[in-house]
């Protein structure tokens, strides 16, 4: 039994009970399963790095013109130095067609916003592991039909189901790990789950190096999820879930595997959670939340706008800063692997940070981290281009450390009976970030100071934002509209 905010005893977690342990043997590997689908889920989102990668192009035809945007130019060569074919190439993505590259990035984060809406309610309705081995296998399947698009907008569309599924892999994915983990691990899962995707990322350029011809580049890192129908026999149901809707006999089973690996006792799992059940059925249910709670309490109100503000700032500048790196000069393949690998240890120093300084130390310095450097490429113009790379660099590994923050800090500041709602709010905000930082990335071909100085900005102004919201760590958490109204003031008034 444990204590809730008020005091009051309430039933310990029954299926962490069962297990015998927050992370035993069984869930960690079922984590490790789902850990290898965040590989694919970084090749879809950043694989436009090198897919519509900037191209030199001029005109031939006639010979007394060479700008390829002029009016009177009939005919358009571009270097195929470093790629044979791009989506640039394929389809002129060049002069007033320009913006229809960034339009395809931002459609892939449009179908992954819609992803995990959408596959979200499905996999409340009818399970967690049909949602995600689906989302696997429509990941599979329409990737490589991006290969084969024969027209832009066939590109496009497949793109958006390429993302679509894949929002579904991320949102049912981490649920399955946040419901078979322990609490007191869950800390350190939700950080480290962000840690395959910064491999994915780093591995793209080696594809790319490689494969110079985008079909096959993007057929590659597509074909690989072939290896994810595997999860259809590897990874479980939730067991949460069975218990929760009332599926207990296969509940049990799960269990009954999950504690075999655990090596904890399989008799009694059932009348573990009938007793269960009982208790919560005799516990009175706490007053149901909606998302528009959020905003009906002044206090709530700024710690929801400024956690989201924060999602936005942080998918902006990771996928925008991500695609900068890839215009700016130099060898694109280096200066790609190099912002993607300093990623990793961006996302392993937070869990340390998170640990020992808290939620909101770790946000506010690794927005600083992100900001203060692309302020100082975008408004030093004598920076060299080794320079300008490692401030990006430097500004994309902030960035890094920001994403699993979010995750963690936005999980432990919204209250129970709304923190899914909570959680999906932010992570919407964060898409349209996602959605717009290719438009942004893009106006570097009009002023190169633009791109780092948006990003720049709105890093610092997140860093700022961050003294609006209470710490975290440590604290027991909100479960009522009326416990996260009252989160954070209480501490206030102490040290008053």
């Known amino acids: 039994m444990g204590l809730s905010n008020d005091g009051k005893p309430t039933p310990s977690d029954p299926i962490i009970s069962i297990l015998g342990n927050d992370l035993g043997p069984w869930q960690l590997i079922v984590c490790m399963w789902?850990?290898?689908?965040?590989?694919?889920?970084?090749?879809v989102q950043v694989s436009m790095l090198f897919l519509q990668s900037p191209i030199q192009s001029s005109c031939i035809?006639?010979?007394?013109?060479?700008?390829?945007?002029?009016?009177?130019?009939?005919?358009?060569?571009?270097?195929?130095?470093?790629?044979?074919?791009?989506?640039?190439?394929?389809?002129?993505?060049?002069?007033?067609?320009?913006?229809?590259?960034?339009?395809?990035?931002?459609?892939?984060?449009?179908?992954?916003m819609l992803g995990n809406i959408v596959f979200g309610l499905f996999a409340d309705k009818w399970g967690r592991r049909p949602i995600f081995v689906s989302a696997c296998v429509m990941q599979l399947i329409f990737g490589c039909l991006?290969?084969?698009?024969?027209?832009?907008?066939?590109?496009?569309?497949?793109?958006?189901?390429?993302?679509?599924?894949?929002?579904?892999?991320?949102?049912?994915?981490?649920?399955?790990?946040?419901?078979?983990?322990?609490?007191?691990k869950r800390e350190l899962m939700t950080i480290f789950y962000q840690l395959p995707f910064n491999v994915g990322h780093a591995t793209l350029p080696l594809f790319a190096y490689f494969l110079r011809h985008w079909r096959w580049y993007n057929l590659a890192f597509s074909a690989f999820s072939v290896f994810y129908l595997i999860f259809y026999w590897t990874v479980p149901e939730s067991p949460r879930w069975l218990f929760t809707t009332g599926h207990t006999e296969r509940a049990v089973k799960v269990l009954e595997v999950g504690c075999k690996r655990n090596k904890m006792p399989t008799d009694g799992i059932r009348n573990q959670l009938d007793a269960a059940a009982k208790i919560n059925a005799a516990t009175p249910n706490s007053k149901?939340?909606?998302?528009?709670?959020?905003?009906?309490?002044?206090?709530?109100?700024?710690?929801t706008l400024a956690m989201a503000f924060n999602w936005l700032v942080v998918c902006l500048v990771y996928y925008g800063v991500s695609q900068n790196i890839s215009q700016l000069g130099g060898d694109i393949f280096i200066n790609v692997s190099i912002g993607a690998i300093l990623s990793i240890p961006g996302t392993l120093i937070c869990y340390p940070m998170a640990k020992y300084f808290g939620r909101r130390v770790t946000l506010f310095v690794s927005n600083l981290i992100s900001g203060i450097p692309l302020m100082i490429m975008a408004f030093v113009p004598s920076l060299s281009s080794t320079m300008t790379v490692a401030m990006a660099t430097i500004g994309l590994f902030g960035a890094s450390m920001s994403f699993p923050t979010v995750y963690l800090y936005g999980g432990e500041l919204f209250p129970t009976v709304v923190r899914n709602s909570g959680l999906g709010l932010c992570s919407f905000?964060?898409?349209?970030?996602?959605?717009?930082?290719?438009?942004?990335?893009?106006?570097?071909?009009?002023?190169?100071?633009?791109?780092?100085?948006?990003?720049?900005?709105?890093?610092?102004?997140?860093?700022?934002?961050?003294?609006?919201?209470?710490?975290?760590?440590?604290?027991?958490?909100?479960d009522t509209i009326e416990d996260g109204q009252m989160f954070g003031k209480k501490v206030k008034e102490v040290k008053i």
């Not at 060049?94 to 590259?101: E, P, V």
């Open 429 to 478: 905000v964060g898409r349209l970030g996602s959605i717009v930082a290719p438009f942004i990335s893009s106006m570097s071909d009009h002023a190169p100071w633009i791109p780092p100085a948006v990003f720049g900005g709105f890093a610092l102004a997140a860093a700022a934002s961050v003294f609006l919201m209470p710490e975290t760590r440590g604290c027991t958490l909100p």
């Open 61 to 112: 035809v006639p010979e007394n013109i060479t700008d390829a945007c002029s009016a009177e130019c009939q005919e358009v060569v571009y270097d195929r130095s470093v790629f044979h074919e791009n989506i640039i190439t394929e389809w002129n993505l060049i002069c007033d067609r320009a913006w229809l590259a960034s339009l395809a990035q931002s459609f892939v984060m449009i179908g992954i």
């Open 34 to 43: 789902i850990f290898l689908s965040k590989f694919p889920t970084a090749w």
């Open 288 to 303: 149901e939340g909606n998302i528009i709670d959020l905003f009906r309490h002044p206090y709530l109100c700024q710690k």
């Open 146 to 184: 991006v290969s084969a698009s024969p027209s832009f907008w066939m590109f496009v569309t497949f793109r958006f189901l390429d993302g679509f599924a894949t929002g579904a892999t991320m949102s049912t994915g981490f649920t399955i790990i946040m419901e078979v983990v322990g609490k007191s």
